[in-house]
C-alpha cells in the first residue's frame, strides 16, 4: 500500500521558516515526479514545486521561486520543502504527491499538513 505522510508543519510568524517533509512508502518511486502542493481556504489546490527522483531537475511556482526548495533524499524515499521568508498568504494545507514518469497526473496524494503563517 503506497503511502506518502507529510511532517513539519506549523505556525509560523511573516518572514521565518519551516522545512516540510514527506516520507514515501509502499513501492519504489524510481523516476517518479514528487511534488508539493497547497490548498488555501475557499481556494483550489495549487501547484508548488516538483522534483524528478531521475535526475534532481525541479521546478517551481512563480510566487515561491527564491524562497522555497525542493529537494530529496532517495535513500530514505523522502521529499523535502524548505520553506524561507514564509507569507501570510502562504498559509495553507500542504500537500506531498507523487506521478509515474507516464503519466501527467499524480498518482498518490498525501493527507496535508498544515502551515500557517501570522503577520
Known amino acids: 500500500q503506497v503511502q506518502l505522510v507529510e511532517s513539519g508543519g506549523g505556525l509560523v510568524q511573516a518572514g521565518g521558516s519551516l522545512r516540510l517533509s514527506c516520507a514515501a512508502s509502499?513501492?519504489?518511486?524510481?523516476?517518479?515526479?514528487m511534488a508539493w502542493f497547497r490548498q488555501a481556504p475557499g481556494k483550489e489546490r495549487d501547484f508548488v514545486a516538483r522534483?524528478?527522483?531521475?535526475?534532481?531537475?525541479?521546478y517551481y511556482q512563480d510566487s515561491v521561486k527564491g524562497r522555497f526548495t525542493i529537494s530529496g533524499d532517495n535513500a530514505k524515499n523522502t521529499v523535502y520543502l524548505q520553506m524561507n521568508s514564509l507569507k501570510p498568504e502562504d498559509t495553507a494545507l500542504y500537500y506531498c504527491?507523487?506521478?509515474?514518469?507516464?503519466?501527467?497526473?499524480?498518482?498518490?496524494w498525501g493527507q496535508g499538513t498544515q502551515v500557517t503563517v501570522s503577520s
Open positions: 509502499g513501492r519504489t518511486f524510481n523516476n517518479y515526479r
Open positions: 504527491a507523487a506521478g509515474a514518469p507516464t503519466n501527467a497526473r499524480y498518482d498518490y
Open positions: 522534483i524528478r527522483w531521475s535526475d534532481g531537475s525541479t
